[in-house]
DNA sequence: GAGAAGATCTCCT
DNA sequence: GGAGATCTTCTCA
């Protein structure tokens, strides 16, 4: 079994978001392992793109964009809501990649506990949805995807080009024409 | 220190 | 389809 590391995410931005479709996302919890196919993701730049939290530069919270690729990037929104992203680009550029949704694998029925949701089909259709299922938060940003991570991304055989649907970016106010959101294309566990 | 906006979700109509 | 919940983070004075 073959784990992504920085090499595939010090690439740029677009492309990793793109490339992310399809992998495993895997997660060792205290309660046992949580596991999903990632079908649906969004790409955030830095200074070119209003729409990323870089855009004005470094501040405490999105510091860990600029660092290197491979980490995770957590934030709380909405007063509710846990957002995980995973760092791209050089160090010292910004970029991130957001999850925005999963196809679960194992480890559903912790996920069902987390999330009080019995209905498969809603349980990490949207990226709030799957940091509650997979009991991801703040604590949980910064961590390294590597191999001696409790979190890391699993390769798994490429995909066709043509089976990833590329639209743009949901749920932003600026920046919204750009192409920048992948998905898996007629997957039951996109978002929208 | 105050005010406003926000990479969302859920419930209600 | 629409609006409220809820609180962190950032900006500006």
New binding site residues.
Partial sequence: MKYLDGSFFSRHTRIVAFELIGHELVFETLGGLLTGKIVET?A?FGANDP????Y??V????RV?FGPAGKT?V???????Y?L?IVTEKEGVAG?V?I?ALEPLGGIDMMRKN?R?INVN?MTN?????T?AFGIS?EHSGMDLNTGSSLRIVESPSLEPVQIEVTP??????AKKKLLRFCLKDNAFV?R
Avoid: V
């Fill in positions: 969004e955030y729409a990323s939290h870089a004005r530069g501040t405490p919270r999105n964009m990037y934030y709380f929104t909405y007063g509710n809501h957002c992203n991130a957001l925005r999330r949701q809603h949207g990226p709030g949805k799957l509650q703040r970016r949901i749920g932003i106010s600026r978002s």
